[in-house]
């Protein structure tokens, strides 16, 4: 239980196009969900909290005409990378709390999904 | 803001060896959650360990709330343990978000 996919795993785009990344919940629903940011031997940073039905928080230094959240289910959300740069690649990682705690040890745990690795050339 | 700071930054261990990782935060937290980063980058759920203690095979975890600090200990390590272990810490006030720290990087070598 308690499974986060992504999509795209790996994504290649040319710089000044915009790229989406998928972030799913398969087994349980998740109204808060959220977005990090990983640079090579770096620790995660977190980018912003996704709420469903809402707009999305955002982290000090992060541009929200950038990186656009749409949260518009209780099991997906969407990072939009608009006007890629070269400076946007990077690994991109999202989680999601399931909102019931259900299905983990308590509402409180978030679970990751595997990444999508964004390069810009 | 809430400090989490993890050591040692890294370890390098012989197949069979013992380790600690320590955690350390600044801050009263309601969560706290050990996780390994494989080769891929996918983050493995280890424990959920706000406080008390807990174990699962050769890795347990033991979270002392009041003197804030954490520490997952790996017995009989295994080459496939390699990789970067994280904490990250959540705060009531927090909004649930979740604070990383820099990581440990484990080599087991055979």
């Known amino acids: 239980g308690a499974v986060v996919s992504q999509h795209p795993s790996r994504v290649i785009c040319k710089s000044g196009t915009s790229v989406k990344i998928e972030c799913r919940s398969l087994?349980?629903?998740?109204?808060?969900m959220f977005w990090y940011r990983q640079f090579p031997k770096k620790s995660l940073m977190l980018m912003a909290t996704?709420?469903?039905?809402?707009?999305?928080?955002?982290e000090q230094g992060v541009e929200k005409d950038k990186f656009l959240i749409n949260h518009a289910s209780l099991t997906l959300s969407t990072l939009t990378v608009t006007s890629a740069h070269p400076e946007d690649s990077s690994f991109y990682i999202c989680s999601a709390r399931d909102s019931s705690g259900r299905l983990t040890s308590s509402s409180y745990e978030q679970y990751f999904g595997p990444g999508t690795r964004l390069t810009v050339t | 803001g809430i400090q989490v700071e993890q050591s040692p930054p890294d370890l390098i261990l012989q197949e069979g060896a013992n380790s600690t990782l320590r955690c350390n935060f600044s801050d009263s937290v309601n969560n706290l959650q050990w996780f390994h980063q494989n080769p891929w980058g996918q983050l493995i759920n280890l424990f959920y360990?706000?406080?008390g203690t807990k174990q699962n095979g050769r890795l347990s975890a033991t979270t002392v709330a009041t003197e804030r600090y954490s520490l997952l200990y790996i017995s009989s390590s295994q080459t496939t343990d390699s990789g970067v272990y994280f904490c990250?810490?959540?705060?009531?006030?927090?909004?649930?978000?979740?604070?990383f720290g820099a990581g440990t990087r484990l080599a087991v070598h055979p």
């Open positions: 996704s709420n469903e039905g809402s707009k999305a928080t955002y």
């Open positions: 990250a810490v959540g705060f009531s006030g927090g909004y649930n978000k979740l604070i």
């Open positions: 360990i706000p406080s």
């Open positions: 087994d349980f629903q998740a109204t808060t």
